[in-house]
């Protein structure tokens, strides 16, 4: 029986040798726009293990380069042997902000990119005026080694760190010139902002101390190479800054998003927080900060629950009280396939105030669930273990804002705005974020901020000095777990609130 792996997400399952793909992505998320007909190229999937033949349908839709590179219409697929697919679905969710920026005015073009472990960005600016003059999104390649860092960071110290870095820079290559060809104006400077780990992958340096306690760089520096040096012809000439990191699990993309919310200048403190699966937290103002990374796990994204998704049609997305039952809203409108993050913070909220859940996450009746949908709406429900994955990652997160607000001398109540970055902070419910004790604020205070590590990269193309040193002596990276009062806090913080 063929085992097919879906990328970036890591999801495996057998199907019968044979099997049309079709029938059986629809189930993990995937769409067919044109009703799988071979028209849209909706379905794209990029072959990354295994052999997936050529149709006459591929042929039509994809330029030869595509087909070389292992797209193919889903479509029109058959599973013969194991495979490896790389979803271009997942790509419709990236944020790639283009809002206005004021910046310092300098010539020509600039490429601001996002270096995140799931998806990339790349936007060329006009320097001159901060206006975006194109973007292009892709996957990270690297998923198909690992959808999480640590498992990544696996492969790279057994042999795969080079493997890592050529992907990242052959991909990033690859939109560096597709963003760069949409001006004449030549590309001077491209800043890049990521994770500690997608730094040390991309700029080739030893991984090895990111593997064990205490998880410290080998360099956070600054890091300058020339598009030569990458193999990014297009731009040869150009100066390619990798931001530095502010330390552990903490990178440029932390930086990057102090600098986009200008939580660096506030006269009182605030917090910034990206609630994905390696959550990021940074606390305090300008007159200093303190910031840590907490492993929240993938229950945000939708990725450790039973009948998990991403926010794709079929996802129940939000979750209401309606006479004393719960009343799902399906992204689409039609029947429900499974929930995304949104909806799992919904209903788990619902869930409480009606008493289904409680507030030590056990449910009142396990057997049956928390259910979303009726069974004619395909019975959609969460289990116990859902709700414990759940409280997992929000009581990691919780705990790091008050272990970080009480190392700064600050109460959670002290902090006047939460900043969230990332898609999922875009589409949270703040009432329900609160309902459940992920973000004890009130709902005013909390700011979805859209996504802040591009912002920065961004606002990084003209700074006089893109080391920001100000910003890295200002902000001191914690290790949470070195906090006696850590283990505690999470404890008490996977409880629900009354
Ligand atoms: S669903 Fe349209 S080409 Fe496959």
């Known amino acids: 029986m063929p085992r097919l792996t879906l990328h970036p997400s890591g999801t495996s399952f057998d199907l019968p040798a044979g099997a049309p793909l079709q029938d059986h992505l629809f189930a993990h998320g995937v769409e067919f726009p044109c009703g799988g007909k071979g028209r849209c190229r909706g379905c794209r999937v990029r072959v990354v293990t295994g052999q997936v033949p050529v149709t006459e349908d591929d042929r039509r839709v994809f330029p030869a380069h595509e087909l070389d590179a292992g797209w193919r219409l889903s479509c029109r697929c058959t599973a013969e042997s194991d495979l490896g697919l790389e979803l271009a679905q997942w790509t419709a969710s990236i944020l790639s902000d283009d809002r206005a920026l004021e910046l310092p005015a300098r010539t020509g073009t600039g490429i601001a990119i996002d270096l995140g472990s799931t998806t990339l960005v790349a936007q060329a600016i006009d320097r001159s005026t901060g206006a975006v003059l194109g ?77 064990f306690h205490p998880f410290e760089p080998t360099d956070d520096g600054l890091k300058t190479f020339r598009g030569s040096d990458l193999g990014w012809s297009s731009v040869a000439g150009a100066e390619v800054l990798f931001l530095p990191c502010l330390g552990g699990f903490v990178g440029s993309d932390i930086l990057a998003g102090i600098l986009a919310t200008g939580l660096h200048r506030r006269d009182t403190p605030a917090a910034l927080v990206d609630l994905g699966t390696n959550g990021e937290i940074v606390v305090g103002s300008a007159k200093g900060m303190r910031c840590a990374s907490t492993a929240a796990g993938p229950a945000f994204e939708g990725a450790s629950i039973s009948c998990g998704m991403r926010a794709a049609t079929g996802a129940v997305a939000g979750v209401e009280i309606s006479d004393g039952a719960l009343r799902a809203t399906v992204l689409g409108g039609g029947a429900a396939r499974g929930v995304c993050g949104s909806g799992l913070v919904d209903a788990v909220a619902a869930g409480l105030e009606l008493g289904w859940v409680r507030g030590n996450g056990r449910l009142a009746d396990p057997a049956r669930g928390l259910p979303l949908t009726d069974v004619a709406n395909s019975g959609v429900k969460l289990v116990q273990k859902d709700v414990r994955e759940l409280q997992l990652a929000k009581g990691a997160i919780a705990a790091g804002i008050s272990i970080l607000a009480a190392q700064q001398g600050l109460a959670v109540e002290d902090l006047e705005r939460i900043h969230l970055a990332g898609a999922f902070g875009n589409y949270i419910n703040r009432t329900a974020a609160h ?28 700074a006089d000095d893109p080391g920001f040193p100000e910003i890295r002596a200002l902000c001191q990276h914690f290790a949470l777990k070195s906090d006696p009062g850590f283990e505690d806090s999470y404890v008490d913080q996977m409880a629900f609130p009354a």
């Open 135 to 211: 973007v292009r999104t892709a996957l990270n390649p690297q998923a198909q080694h690992g959808a999480d860092l640590m498992t990544r960071v696996d492969f790279a110290r057994n042999g795969g760190a080079d493997r890592l870095r050529d992907l990242i820079r052959n991909e990033l290559g690859r939109l560096v010139t597709e963003v760069a060809a949409m001006t004449s104006v030549p590309v001077q400077r491209i800043t890049v902002v990521g994770n500690t780990v997608m730094h040390h992958l991309f700029c080739g340096l030893d991984i090895l101390p990111l593997a």
């Open 435 to 462: 309902r459940i004790g992920l973000l004890p604020f009130p709902a005013e205070r909390v700011v979805p901020s859209g996504n802040t590590a591009l912002l920065g990269a961004r606002l990084a193309l003209n």
